[in-house]
């Protein structure tokens, strides 16, 4: 395998890790949400923090390394439009993803600890998952336009 496809192999890999793993552990916290059980949330949230710390952390280093290596082999300027948006969009993903992070760690030691006393999840636990959720959101459409920008390289951003 070249070089060439190798890198283009971890960008493609690496981004469909980032992005699957980041809407399955959304999914798996919203369902537990709803179901309310303080144990089942406990439980999805070890989960979702260790496939961070599996998955996501790794994705999130490959993507960048793997990205700004192909335009580098293909030659094409970091500061052409699409890179540069894609690079600053990935930058603010990852600004939501920190505080989701610290959240997410929060939010299991405080089911952790709920369950383990046999109570039910303070109010505390409710205002970090609702801005877990909100921090989600622009996290994941800007995550779409990302992919749309590597598929259809834009030169400019034009409305027509």
Same mark, same amino acid.
């Given at each position: ?19 699957g793993t980041g809407m399955g552990t959304a999914f798996?916290?919203?369902?537990a949400h709803r179901h309310g059980d303080a144990r089942? /949330? ?5 989960? #979702? @923090? ?8 790794? *994705? $999130? ?20 439009f699409w890179i540069a948006a894609s690079l600053v969009?990935?930058?603010? /993903? ?5 505080? #989701? @992070? ?8 405080? *089911? $952790? ?48």
């Amino acid at each position: 395998m070249t070089l060439l496809l190798t890198l283009k192999w971890l960008h493609i890999l690496s981004a469909t890790v980032l992005f699957g793993t980041g809407m399955g552990t959304a999914f798996a916290m919203w369902a537990a949400h709803r179901h309310g059980d303080a144990r089942g /949330i406990a439980l999805v949230a070890r989960n #979702v @923090v260790t496939a961070d710390w599996l998955f996501t952390t790794p *994705a $999130v280093i490959v993507q960048p390394v793997t990205g700004i290596a192909l335009a580098l082999l293909y030659g094409w300027p970091l500061t052409s439009f699409w890179i540069a948006a894609s690079l600053v969009l990935y930058l603010l /993903i990852g600004a939501c993803w920190l505080p #989701v @992070v610290w959240l997410q760690l929060r939010m299991r030691d405080l *089911a $952790v600890a709920a369950v383990a006393q046999g109570q039910e999840l303070p109010v505390l636990y409710w205002r970090y998952a609702r801005r877990w959720e909100l921090l989600g959101y622009p996290a994941f459409f800007m995550g779409l336009v990302i992919f749309w920008l590597m598929i259809a390289k834009p030169d400019s951003f034009a409305v027509m």
